[in-house]
């Protein structure tokens, strides 16, 4: 069974920092892409940032680069979203998925029940 467990949300005032975590399990870990994603109350989700668990190329939306970082433990099979000089429209669920290599699509096979994350000002 495929699970993806996020955790690491919380409320920070803005400029703060956190750390999200999200650990997986049941699939061939270095084979997959791992995204996270966001969504802020009213808006649609949108992606965050990636990382391919094959090369380690890694994708930043142009709203966080250079603030936030991804980064992936193969032994853990856990990937990790480093997040710096928050703002307050960074507020939102964050949710990691998985896909495959291999297939991947706009379509993300796998998601994990998210974890809030709250900037305030």
């Known amino acids: 069974e495929v699970q993806l467990v996020e955790s690491g949300g919380g409320l920070v005032q803005a400029g703060g920092s956190l750390r999200l975590s999200c650990a997986t399990s049941?699939?061939?870990?270095?084979?997959?892409?791992i995204g996270w994603f966001r969504q802020a109350p009213g808006k649609e989700r949108e992606g965050v940032s990636s990382i391919n668990n094959d090369d380690g190329s890694t994708y930043y939306a142009d709203s966080v680069k250079g603030r936030f970082t991804i980064s992936s433990d193969n032994a853990k099979n856990t990937v990790y979203l480093q997040m710096h000089s928050l703002k307050p429209e960074d507020t939102g669920v964050y949710y990691c998925?998985?896909?495959?290599?291999?297939?991947?699509?706009?379509?993300?096979?796998?998601w994990g029940q998210g974890t809030q994350v709250t900037v305030s000002s």
């Open positions: 998925a998985a896909d495959p290599l291999v297939s991947h699509s706009d379509n993300w096979d796998y």
């Open positions: 049941g699939f061939t870990f270095d084979r997959y892409l």
